[in-house]
Each structure stands twice: as C-alpha cells, then as structure tokens.
C-alpha cells in the first residue's frame, strides 16, 4: 500500500520493490521508466476535522531510474514482478478541502514539498526514495515528513504527465525529470487509506 496525507508516506511500499547517508552532491535520476495516477476527489474519514471527513484528489508518479520497461503500468500491475539494485523515486501531490468542498484536481505547477499541513483546504506534497539491493530486498527507508525542495508538472495529458523534480531525501539531493505513462486506477485501487498494490499469488520475480 502507499499512503496518501491522512496516513504517510512513510509507510510506502515500492511497487518494485518485494518484501543511505547524505551526499555533497545531486544525484541525477535519468528520465527512464515511470508511472502516474490521478485520483478524482474521494470523500475520506478524517479525526479531528470540524466535519469529521475531508475530500482528496491526488496525484501520485513513481520514476524507476535505470530501468526499460515496454509496458511499465501492466508490468507495474504485476504484484509478483521486482526489481533488484533499483533506485526508485515517489512523488505525491495532494488537494484537500475539509471545509465540506470538493478538492481541486492536481494541476500543473510548482509545488513546494509540505507535509505537516494543519489547515482545513491547501495542499499536500511529499517525496520518497526506495533502493534495492541485488536480491530485490528494500535497502533503504522511505521519508517521513522530512523531504525538502519542489515537484514541477509541466502537463497532464491523456496518456502522459510530465514534469521535474529536485528533492532533498535523508540530506540526498536528487533531480530529474519525466515522461510519466499515465496509468489506470482500475490496476491501483486509490482509497483512503493509500494506493493499493496488490498481493503475488503466483511466482515472485526478482527482474
């Protein structure tokens, strides 16, 4: 499952991935394969606000560097497929209204990673990054609150969501950009409670 703002990002899982130190300088990530999905405003359960529930409409994109893959959102679909020695970079970006509103659809822009929001309607951001060793074990923790810098969408067509980054990680800067294939949510359920990635009932692969 990866979690949108009313869990956490720290409790995401890669989609790659079954189952890091700071750096002086950026770590490019090569515009390689990638995958998006759009959530439409849902109406979720959330404690304290003054209505008791919130809406969220988000926008979620997983850039896989180093990694060619013809069909990325079916073999991304695929629970059973991972990927070993994988640098795998999360981007989120998250309307909320808690205000009884329907959340805005995520646009293009620049947005500023922020997430310990308090307010009652604004806007979520975050990033992550997911490694893998040679055996397809995650090798290092994903974020928790504390990513710095910016998400870029230049555009959001029909079957492609394009864009950049620069994102500071656990005091790893890394930037890129991408070329997202926008992918069904029919293959990644979005629900409150996260993105839902599916259990393997067949024979894993480490790819």
Known sequence: ??????????????????????SSSPVAIPNSSSMALISQPITCQVAGSPLGTESESSLFISILANESIADVCATLADPCNAYANLTEVVLLIQNF?????TADDVGPGTYQLTQNVNGLVGTFADAGVIQTNGSCTQTSPTSEGTSTG???????????VTGSFDVTVQGTEYT?????????TSSYPITCGGIETGTCTGTPQCL
């Not at 910016?150 to 492609?160: N, Q, R």
């Open 176 to 184: 890129g950009s991408f070329g997202a294939a926008l992918c069904s």
């Open 150 to 160: 910016t998400i870029t969408i230049g555009d959001i067509g029909p079957s492609e």
């Open 97 to 101: 209204d808690a205000m009884g509103g």
């Open 1 to 22: 499952m990866r979690c949108l703002r009313t869990c956490s990002l720290g409790a995401l899982i890669a989609v790659a991935a079954a189952g890091c130190g700071g």
